[in-house]
């Protein structure tokens, strides 16, 4: 199945700082969602995305939705302590199922306070 | 409105035993999906269903069956628990005029 290549695979930052984390595929992507999941939890919904060069925040977060259609990218702002989680990709590809989402394997983040 | 919610928490198994997993969800979403999360190889679709009546297999299917006789109900059977099925099951819902999938709390399932 197809490939999404989420990056970097953990990050360890200070209270305050701004993060940035991105995902990239070889092949066309029509949808990205992104997700939150917190220790214990299920996966939440943080943005979705659904046109090239799209620009979506919600709250601290912005996500982008690549021109090339083939990447992603998320922003968190002014980072804070329960921030800390694991942050996936996902999306749906051009010429792919439509029933079926492929998932990036995730960024840890850790926030020290 | 409680979107998707899933039954038990947690489980302990026998090696050769059975038992479903529970997924419900309160948003008349035509997808449903079981998934499971194990560390390092992130999220992997199980089965998953494109409305009542209608079910199809994901990339790890072997050892699982499913049904759905209702659109809210999306029932995850082990038929004989093996060590290897250890791990967090998630069930997912989404509507057909939308991309946006809702995720259950998850089942942690330990097979002895």
């Known amino acids: 199945g197809q490939q999404l290549n989420q990056s970097p695979q953990s990050m360890f930052i200070q209270e305050g700082e701004d993060v940035s984390m991105n995902c990239t595929s070889s092949?066309?992507?029509?949808?990205w969602l992104w997700y939150k999941q917190d220790p214990g939890e299920g996966p939440v919904l943080l943005i979705a995305l659904y046109k090239a060069g799209e620009l979506t925040s919600n709250g601290r977060l912005t996500a982008q939705f690549g021109i090339t259609r083939k990447d992603s990218f998320l922003n968190i702002s002014a980072s804070i302590p329960s921030d800390v989680g694991i942050y996936f990709c996902a999306g749906f590809y051009s010429g792919g199922s439509n029933y079926k989402l492929t998932f990036g394997k995730g960024t840890l983040l850790t926030v020290n306070p | 409105n409680a979107g998707v919610t899933q039954t038990p928490k947690f489980q302990v198994l026998k090696t050769g035993q059975s038992m479903t997993l529970q997924c419900a969800q309160d948003?008349?979403?035509?997808?449903m999906s079981w998934y499971r999360q194990d560390p390092g190889m992130g999220l992997r679709l199980i089965h998953y269903?494109?409305?009542?009546?209608?079910?199809d297999q994901g990339e790890v299917p072997n050892g699982y069956n499913v049904s759905r006789s209702t659109t809210e109900d999306f029932p995850l059977r082990l038929l004989s628990a093996a060590p290897s099925q250890t791990s967090v099951y998630f069930c997912?819902?989404?509507?057909?005029?939308?991309?946006?999938?809702?995720f259950g709390p998850g089942t942690r399932l330990t097979v002895t």
């Open positions: 948003m008349n979403h035509e997808y």
């Open positions: 092949s066309i992507f029509n949808t």
């Open positions: 997912a819902s989404r509507s057909g005029f939308s991309y946006e999938q809702y």
């Open positions: 269903s494109v409305g009542a009546g209608i079910t």
